[in-house]
Structure formats: C-alpha cells, structure tokens
T-cell receptor, first 113, second 111 residues
Framework: DVKVTQSSRYLVKRTGEKVFLECVQD?????MFWYRQDPGLGLRLIYFSYDVKMKEKGDIPEGYSVSREKKERFSLILESASTNQTSMYLCASSWAGGYNEQFFGPGTRLTVL | GEDVEQSLFLSVREGDSSVINCTYTDSSSTYLYWYKQEPGAGLQLLTY?????DMKQDQRLTVLLNKKDKHLSLRIADTQTGDSAIYFC???????????FGTGTLLAVQP
C-alpha cells in the first residue's frame, strides 16, 4: 500500500515563527504536492514538485516555500507564520504520466496564534 | 481560470440514494476523480472515470459523465451512515500532473 506520512497531526505556533511541515512517501513517486484546505474553499495548491530539487508554484504560494532534496521527502516552510496561515495542510504524491491519482497524507492542522 | 464547482451540503436518510454533482471547466481532462474525506483524515480515492466513458459502476457507486455539459455526478446507492464524509471531485489540469479540486460536498446521512 502507498503510504504518505506527515510529521505532525496538530501543530501550534506563534506569529513570526518559522514552521517546517514534513511529508514522506514510500512509493518512489515523482510528483509531490502541498495543499491547504479551508472550509468552503476546498483544496488549494500551494506548491508542486515533479522531481528532486524541482518545484513549481501553485495557486497560493505567497508566504510559503518548499524543499525537495530527496525524492521521498517534500517539506513546506512558512518563513514567518501569520494567523491567516492557520489551516489544514495536506501533502500528496503521485506517479508522473497520464493516470495521476494522488495519494494523500493524513494532514497537519496548524494553528498560528 | 479553471474552476470546479460543487454544492456544499447534501443531507439524505439512511437507505436512500445520494447524488453529488460537479461541474468542471477543462474539456481536455483525461481522467476525472472522486475523493472521499472522512473526519480528521486525508483524502482517499473513491473512484475515477476516463474521459471517453459516459458511465462507470463500482458496487454501490455510479459515476456519470456528460462531457458536453462538463458535468460529473456520483451516485451512492443505499447510503449508509458510514458514507457521511466530504466528497471532492477533481479534474486533471491540462497536460500537467496537477489536479484541480472542487470545494467539496459534505454528505450527512441521517439514521
């Protein structure tokens, strides 16, 4: 079974702190994604990576950066957390190619005080 | 830009059929997906349909695709309380590997 794990289920941080969210997948997937999920807005793509050290901005990249140094690991970084970044963060991975089912981690609920 | 729309809420009684609707925008999407999110969990793929199909049936699930109207629906027969969840439709975005998700429909099943 494909497994996507995220480093924390719940996280509480203070405004201005640097926050790291980690995601690891075990299926040798080329693609990895970070989304945030807010009620009534669905899932919005923050960043996407299609290979090691490669990244592409999604729909809402402002205030976020990412790192992919190894194929299995994709990190989301909030350089200076703000209260409007309080949200559920979901990581996903998929193979490259036509059928692009994404496999999701359990999510990290981040609260910024 | 691309937009995938769903109604936000649906309430049904246990044993009834549920129909969740979705409209999408990219007519070149090869695959369209339905995901389920149970409380406190990530998303799980429920089913998918290839764009050259009109219908796909998988046990209690029926997916209908109307490409002309860019309309996708998910029918759940004999809905159970365990089907209570948020359901997302998603389309593949052009030639990329990105998916565009709808806003999600919260399905509440009353006993």
């Amino acid at each position: 079974d494909v497994k996507v794990t995220q480093s924390s289920r719940y996280l509480v941080k203070r405004t201005g702190e640097k926050v790291f969210l980690e995601c690891v997948q075990d299926m040798d997937h080329e693609n990895m994604f970070w989304y945030r999920q807010d009620p009534g807005l669905g899932l919005r793509l923050i960043y996407f990576s299609y290979d090691v050290k490669m990244k592409e901005k999604g729909d809402i990249p402002e205030g976020y950066s990412v790192s992919r140094e190894k194929k299995e690991r994709f990190s989301l970084i909030l350089e200076s957390a703000s209260t409007n970044q309080t949200s559920m963060y979901l990581c996903a991975s998929s193979w490259a190619g036509g059928y692009n089912e994404q496999f999701f981690g359990p999510g990290t609920r981040l609260t910024v005080l | 830009g691309e937009d995938v729309e769903q109604s936000l809420f649906l309430s049904v009684r246990e044993g009834d059929s549920s129909v969740i609707n979705c409209t999408y925008t990219d007519s070149s999407s090869t695959y369209l997906y339905w995901y389920k999110q149970e409380p406190g969990a990530g998303l799980q793929l429920l089913t998918y349909i290839f764009s050259n199909m009109d219908m796909k049936q998988d046990q209690r699930l029926t997916v209908l695709l109307n490409k002309k109207d860019k309309h996708l629906s998910l029918r759940i027969a004999d809905t159970q309380t365990g089907d209570s969840a948020i359901y997302f439709c998603a389309e593949a975005y052009g030639a990329t590997n990105k998916l565009i998700f709808g806003t999600g429909t919260l399905l509440a099943v009353q006993p």
